[in-house]
């Protein structure tokens, strides 16, 4: 179904994004606003007819010669590396991509790493590989506590799949929130307490001024002796370096990280090698073309009707 023709959409829309395929976004983007016309950047020869551009960490300068852009829409749920710009064109909105897809996808990976650490799975790994049989007793779900920190689109879904299983949920977050089954807790003042009751910590905050290495080396040192650490979110969030050294010690007892604070990781980085540690490359949601192609031609007929655009990020906060 396409979406209500009540408005047309004015000007073209520009697509940057060397990760992600232009063919399929125009043609999810197009059948959403037939009318609408869908440049990849280099297909541009008149910047001012630009109207939108759907990007993904473009480069510097790239929004210069656009100067009747009227919204600007990140192909991803993280703004960090947008907000962080200084070339971005005054007054005008940036979105986001949130969607329910994504969110499940991102609750599938947390689960999945979650319930690894739970369920004791890298012991077995690491035992399987000695050829050994061996036993240990699984834990009652109830008594195993998982912090989720960042309760937002991606985090309150996680933290509800996560409740599901049986865990004990301890959520985190900037303001006070409500989640069925799970013990809210908001503020910085309240996140010592939640991270020394932890099992384990699921990181799902958004990279801002006020969360950049906001794990650091004696945060990570009050997290009770073994736990286990999840980071889907970003690299930064965390002191990688003090990580790793509390990994090494066994402190940190088994980490699951998704981000990195460069990336791609170093291949000289010492977390390659370490058995406790399981690397994925970047991926635990996507933004799906089909379903936020919806969100975002919607957006694009709201700036055609002079509404506010949905899903819109607050600069000043940083997400
Ligand atoms: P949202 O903006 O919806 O939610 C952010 C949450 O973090 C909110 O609960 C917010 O609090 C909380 N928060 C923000 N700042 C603070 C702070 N200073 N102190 C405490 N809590 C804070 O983000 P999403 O859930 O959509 O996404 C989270 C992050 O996940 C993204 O920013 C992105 O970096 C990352 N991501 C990673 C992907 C991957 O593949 N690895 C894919 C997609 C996203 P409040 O509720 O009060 O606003």
Not at 170 to 187: F, N
Not at 215 to 242: C, K, T
């Amino acid at each position: 179904m396409t979406t209500s023709a009540t408005a047309t959409p004015t000007g073209a829309l520009v697509f940057y994004s060397e990760f992600d395929d232009f063919d399929t976004w125009k043609r999810a983007l197009q059948a959403q606003l037939p009318e609408l016309q869908v440049l990849h950047w280099r297909e541009v020869t008149d910047p001012e007819a630009i109207h939108h551009a759907l990007v993904w960490k473009p480069p510097e300068g790239f929004f210069k010669t656009m100067t009747q852009l009227r919204l600007i829409i990140n192909l991803g749920a993280g703004v960090d590396s947008l907000v962080a710009r200084n070339d971005l064109p005054l007054g005008v909105p940036i979105t986001r991509i949130t969607d329910p897809q994504m969110a499940r996808m991102m609750a599938g990976y947390v689960l999945f790493a979650t319930l690894r650490h739970a369920r004791d799975i890298p012991f077995f790994e690491q035992a399987q590989r000695r050829g050994e049989w061996a036993y240990r007793h699984p834990r009652n779900p109830e008594d195993i506590r998982v912090a989720v920190l960042g309760l937002g689109e991606l985090g309150a879904r996680a933290a509800s799949e996560l409740q599901r299983q049986g865990l004990t949920v301890l959520g985190w977050s900037r303001s006070p929130r409500h989640i069925e089954g799970v013990q809210c807790h908001a503020g910085l003042d309240t996140l010592d307490g939640v991270l020394s009751q932890a099992d384990i910590v699921v990181i799902m905050l958004p990279l801002t001024a006020q969360t950049r290495g906001l794990l650091g080396r004696e945060r990570l040192a009050r997290l009770p002796h073994g736990a286990a650490l999840i980071n889907v979110a970003r690299g930064a969030l965390v002191d990688q370096a003090a990580m790793t050294e509390l990994l090494q010690s066994g402190h940190i007892g088994a980490a699951t990280l998704d981000v990195f604070e460069h990336e791609p990781l170093p291949a000289d980085d010492p977390l390659w090698h370490m058995e406790n540690v399981l690397i994925t490359p970047h991926l635990a949601s996507v933004a799906i073309p089909a379903s936020a192609a919806r969100q975002i031609a919607d957006n694009i007929l709201r700036i055609v009707r002079g509404e506010t655009p949905a899903n819109r990020i607050d600069p000043s906060l940083g997400y």
